[in-house]
Structures are given as structure tokens and as C-alpha cells.
């Protein structure tokens, strides 16, 4: 990409970025469409958060638990799952899942309205399309987020223990009280902003993409592949900035 | 070649006697990259007028119509709509003139997430701040009635056919009362009997809620049935300007194939 085109890109970006700021204040009467958004972006991706965080505690566990016991540690087992899941795995798979799924749904949705003329039709009838459809998509996704990877932190602990039931019959409040002592305030509170983050991205970039695409139908594909890639390269790099931030307050 | 200002002066407005002016362009250009696509148009509309704009694929017709509503930012010109500057509005203001304005888009351009009740009451919801159910019952059911599809309230624009596509699109235009109303060939991909029908809709629409519009088209029996007056665009400037009839005996190379069908 020449110079010039990726100065006016970041202008644009920015004046994106700009607008769903000021209309997200402004027009908090787009509570109905945020509503139906929220539950949108619960529905579409409860299954596979619920299916993926299950199976990525069971195979946590599962690969941690020879490595603990060849060091006679296999009591840390809880509390390094406890680390791991809530530290990065729960939202890590969340926030991938999601870039996925709600990126692509985002990306194509807005990219067909745009293609078939139906965003040019709200803004003629002066219907304000962009906090209809992008304030409240961002705004559901930035709420939803971190919602999901509490969720999606239960389900995987919740493996977890029925992995460790499984082979020691360890109980279910031993279990749980270790996980409860190894996590801090710190760890809950800094996955949940980071999930917040995630969201934000997630629901930013999708709409941006759908929003902005070209004309043509093979504008709606595009949309949506963007949509994905690019969110989901955004969940990396801001676990990564995250991580070195939160290390400041260890 | 003359230019359209040439033009201007010798503009049929005569014949529309002394209507007020309700939407006006002066000297609009308009280019994407290299391409230009307007290169100067200027044209007046008459209260209660309906002016056919008649030109071949390409020729940039949508992109006119577009500039009148601020769609798209025309490089320069006047654009007057009912009195106000369209190029030098804010956002609101520009929403506030679009209300008066219907759009009939090319592709219909219906939600295609929500039932043709709800395509309906979107912009009474979003502009009016109408909720309560009873009245946006009635407004819905009188658009309805309008355009002669009553009962098709509950169905998806998926199953709808491509004229009643175009119909509920003109309904969902109507149920804010337009004082202007621009149709973006309205006929194009009909079979000549429905054709028939949306113009006999756009005659009628125009006796009911007393509206100016632009009707563009590139069929003949459209401009036939529905012109008062019409413009022929070609290569981006308005190049002939008169009646059906009149236009109809040109011998210019540009227009005459319209007729010879
Ligand atoms: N947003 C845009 N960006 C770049 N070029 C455009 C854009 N919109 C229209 N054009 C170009 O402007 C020209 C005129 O387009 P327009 O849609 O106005 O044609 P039209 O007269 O409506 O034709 P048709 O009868 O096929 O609808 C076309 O060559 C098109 O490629
Ligand atoms: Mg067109």
C-alpha cells in the first residue's frame, strides 16, 4: 500500500472511531437496538464458547496434570488451572471464538445492507443508520464481552474439576475453594477490562470493515474475511499489550 | 455542442406556466477519479411537476439524483432543494430537508431483516417518534392501501416480487408524506404490464399527495406514460429538454434510438 492511501485509511479509521464515540453518548435512546444486539451476540456464540472453554479445561488439565505429578506437585493442579484459565485461556478463546463469529456476522450483515442499498436508504429517509447499526453493534459487543468470558471461565474450570473428579475423585468444594484461594482481584478485574477491550475491537473493526465495503457482491466476502483476520490478529496484540501493562501491578 | 446554460435559456418552462420552482441545479459536476461522470447539468422542477430524466445506462442519472439528497457530494454547483443549499447543510439539517424527500432506489433497497410491516414503521419510528401501536397500525395499513398491497404486511421482502418490491419501497417513502418524490428507474425489470401498473402508482401518488417528482428512466412507455416534461442526459450534460411529443420527432444521433423501438 502506497503512502497517500494509508494516510486518508487512518484519517478515515480515526473519523470512525470519532463518530461512535460522540453518537454513543449522544443517543443513548438506541437502547432498544443495543438490547436486541446484546442478545444477538449471546446467542450467536453461546455454543461455541460453552463447547470450546469445556474442552480446552478438560485438555488444560489433562496435559498439566503428568508434568505437576513428576515433581510430586499435583496439588498446585487448581491453582495453576485457576491461573491459566482466567489469566489468558477464558478470554483468549472468547475473544478468538468471537472475532470469528461475530466478526463475520457483522462484516457480512453491514456489507449486504451496503451493497443493496439499504444503508443509503435509511441515511435519504434521515433514519441515522450509523447509530442504528454500528453504535449499537460496537456497543453490544464492548458490553457482551466480558460477560462471555466469565461464562466461558466457569465452563472451563468446570472441566477442569470434572477432568480431576475423574481420575482422584477430588471434591467439588475442595476443588473450588483451592481455585477461589489462587485467584486475585487483580486477575478477575484485569480480564475483564481486557475483555472489554476485545469486545470493542471485535465490534470496531467488524463494523468498519461491513460499513466502508466496496461495492458488489464480492465486496460482502471481502468485508467479512477483513472482518475476521484483522480482529482476531487486534485479540493478540492487545492480550500481548495487556499482559505487559497488568505485569506493572504484580 | 450547446451547454446546458444555452439550454436554460430556451427551457420549456413556459411551459409549465408559473409554477413555483421547488428543486433546482446549477452547472452540477461531479467526477469519481478521472471519470466524469456529470459534467455540467443544471435543471429546475415545478411544484406538482413530473419530470421524466432520460439517458442510457451509465450516463450517471443515479448519481444525480444521489447529489440532490446529499448522498453523494457533488464537486461543484448549486443544488437548491425546497430552499435550502443541500451542499452547505449539517447533518441535521440535511436529515430535517429528507424528510420531505422520498427516494425510490433502483433496487427497491428494502430491509431484508425485518417484515414489510416493520420496513414500514422503521422511518415513522426512527423520525417521528411514533410507538404507539394503534397509530402506526393505521399509518402502515394506509401506505398500504396506496400502493395496492393491504395484505402483505407480514411477509418478508424475500418473498415478495420485484414489483411489489418496488411498490412497498414507494409505500415505505409515502408514509412520510414527501413533498418531493425522485424514483430511481422505477420500471427497470418488470414485464410491461406491471411497468403499466407502478407508472399508473407514480400518476397516482402524485394526485393523492400532491408531490413533484423526478421519475429516471431509460424506458420509453415510462417517460410516455409519466412525463410532463423531460430531460435527456447524455454524456454527462442535460442535452435536450421538452415534451414527450416534441422529443419524440428528434433527429439527433443520441436520442433518436430511444424512440425506434
Ligand atoms: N460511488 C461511486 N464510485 C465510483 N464510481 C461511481 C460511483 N457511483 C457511480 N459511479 C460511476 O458513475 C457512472 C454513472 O453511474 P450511475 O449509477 O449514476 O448510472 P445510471 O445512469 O444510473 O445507470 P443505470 O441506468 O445503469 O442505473 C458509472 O460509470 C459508475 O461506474
Ligand atoms: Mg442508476
Known sequence: MKFKPLLLRSADIYQFFQRIFKQAFHAPSEWREVLKQCFAVGNRSFFLVTFTAFL???VFTRQSRPSLSSFGAESWLPSLVSQAVIRSLGPLITGLICAGKLGSNIGAELASMKVTEQIDAMEVSGSRPFSFL???RVTATTLMLPLLVVYADCVALLGSFITVNFINNTGFKLYFNTVASHITYLDIFSSLIKATFFGFAIGFISSYAGYNSDNGTTGVGKAANTAVVISMLFIFIIDLVMLQ???LFR | MDTSADYLKKSSTAKMGNRPIVASLRHVKKSFGAMEVLRDISLDLHQNENLVILGRSGTGKSVLIKCMVGLI???????NVLGCDVRSLTPDQLDELRLQIGFSFQGSALYDSMTVRQNLEFPLKRNKAIFKKKELEDLVI???KDVGLENTSDKMPSELSGGMKKR???ARTLILKPKIMLYDEPTA???P????EINELILSVREKYNTSSIIITHDISCARQTSDRIIALVNGLNKEESTFDELKQTKDPDLAPFFSY
Open chain 1, 56 to 58: 480446552a479445561g478438560v
Open chain 1, 134 to 136: 454500528v453504535v449499537s
Open chain 1, 245 to 247: 501493562f497488568i505485569n
Open chain 2, 73 to 79: 457530494r457533488a464537486d461543484t454547483g448549486e443544488i
Open chain 2, 142 to 144: 394506509n401506505a398500504l
Open chain 2, 168 to 170: 412497498i419501497g414507494i
Open chain 2, 189 to 191: 425489470g418488470l414485464d
Open chain 2, 193 to 196: 404490464i406491471t411497468a403499466t
